[in-house]
């Protein structure tokens, strides 16, 4: 086996090209896995049984109660948007903000946020607050980069805010409860958000023609205390039943899910706004979303067992293990090499490919791994914002009009990416921003 080490990282770099090239996730991972059983039986250093293994290994997929979650939270999250619920939030909350300098953008932070523990789906945040809060912010003189900024980053804020998609299948994937993650999760993403909603007052104080208050006849709405309560109150009080009885140990994620996905339909009910195509879109998307983790799950299940079986696992290991400045400098590394992949893949490649090689180190260094997961949640949601490659900025750009510059988004999004490290580098210093609620709730 000594002769042909060089099998494992050539399998993770064939997977990365494939990725990079465009190629779907799943049949990358397959493939790729196919491909390298050949070779390594061509060179007898692969022993094919170990393949006998994978039809257990689809099953467990199926019967991970865990997994069931994601459709619910993303159904969820669909139907306040496809049914304009989303819409009329952002529009409240603008005109409650309005008299403020800067009110606008920070309605998009708060909005973001309350999105965020519905959709989380970056993508699906970041298409729908460009399209809904960009034309407005843009037609009320908001400084271009500002806008663009304000919004991308409001828009990653799904990777870190429970109930997010990305922490249940993170929870899984480090064998943790996704409950405990959640409720880890809770402190970080909301300081991140008032990281957000501070470098907007910073930018509205000291430039105020970049952040404009709202002119009198667009802010002056008659009965706006009923609108507030009648548009805001009653998905605040979903997210609060969702939260409240996961964290209170009343349901678990999956059954918590499920309830917000009765309430989001009710809520459409209520307003008029339960109709056919609202239904379907919803379902389209979970159908969609739902379907490509799961696929990808399998894909990796194949990578993952092809790459220990040529040693992979254990290079990796050996690795990470000896590296200088033991945990800390382990932390540091596999912080790096998630921020850097988060450029190239998506982060549910990230979780289901390089997480599982990071766990048992982690493990074995008495890593925390709420901490852990937290930490590679927020890293991860820094990476989706970087230039030139973040993730967001590309979505951003597909629904952006064309008098937004490419450039315009680039530069908006640097000081909400410095707030963003800051807050990372918090959350690195000072673990117990994420283990103190688990742990008062005696988890």
């Not at 170990?50 to 459709?71: E, V």
């Not at 619920?85 to 403020?100: K, P, S, Y």
Request: proline fraction near 6%; hydrophobic fraction near 60%; charge should be neutral.
């Amino acid at each position: 086996m000594t002769n042909y080490e060089f099998l494992a990282p050539a399998m993770f770099g064939g997977v990365l090209l494939f990725l990079v090239m465009g190629y779907p996730t799943a049949f990358s991972l397959g493939g790729v896995a196919m491909l390298f059983t050949l070779i390594g039986m061509a060179l007898n250093v692969f022993d094919p049984i170990l393949w006998s293994a994978m039809p257990q290994q689809i099953f467990g997929i199926m019967n991970n109660f865990t997994l069931l979650a994601i459709p619910y939270f993303i159904f969820l999250g669909s139907m306040l948007e496809k049914s304009g619920i989303a819409e009329d939030l952002l529009e409240t909350m603008g005109i409650l903000l309005g008299r403020l300098r800067g009110g606008l953008a920070i309605a998009v932070v708060v909005v973001g946020t309350l999105l965020a523990a519905t959709t989380g789906v970056v993508a699906a945040t970041v298409v729908a607050m460009g399209l809904i809060s960009m034309p407005t912010m843009l037609r009320y003189g908001y400084n271009h980069q500002l806008t663009a900024g304000v919004i991308a980053a409001s828009g990653t804020l799904g990777q870190i805010i429970p109930p997010s998609v990305v922490l249940v299948v993170l929870g899984d994937r480090l064998g943790i409860s996704v409950g405990d993650l959640f409720v880890g999760a809770l402190i970080p993403g909301l300081l991140v958000s008032t990281a957000f909603i501070l470098q907007v007052w910073l930018v509205a104080w000291w430039r105020p023609d970049m952040a404009p208050a709202l002119p009198p006849e667009v802010r002056n709405v008659p009965y706006l205390g009923s609108q507030v309560l009648r548009v805001m109150v009653p998905p605040l009080l979903l997210i609060v039943l969702v939260l409240g009885s996961i964290f209170l140990g009343i349901a678990t994620p999956t059954e918590a899910g499920a309830l917000g996905c009765v309430g989001a339909i009710v809520l459409a009910a209520l307003r008029n706004r339960l109709n056919w195509s609202a239904l379907r879109g919803a379902a389209d998307v979970t159908l969609r979303t739902t379907s490509m983790v799961i696929f990808i799950l399998i894909g990796s299940r194949a990578f993952s067992l092809v790459f220990r079986g040529l040693g992979g696992e254990r290079m990796v290991e050996d690795a990470l293990l000896n590296t200088p400045g033991g945990t800390v400098g382990f932390l540091i590394i596999s912080l790096l090499v998630v921020f850097l992949l988060g450029f190239f893949i998506d982060f549910f490649e990230i979780v289901f490919i390089v997480v599982p090689l990071l766990v048992p180190i982690a493990e074995q260094l008495g890593v925390n791994l709420i901490w852990f997961g937290i930490l590679l949640g927020a890293n991860i949601q820094t990476s989706f914002l970087t230039p030139p490659f973040g993730f967001a900025l590309f979505y951003l750009r597909g629904v952006a009009p064309p008098e937004m510059k490419t450039s315009d988004i680039y530069r908006g999004v640097v000081p909400f990416i410095i707030m963003q490290l800051i807050v990372l580098v918090a959350l690195f210093a000072f673990p117990e921003l994420v283990t103190f609620l688990p742990s008062l709730l005696g988890n």
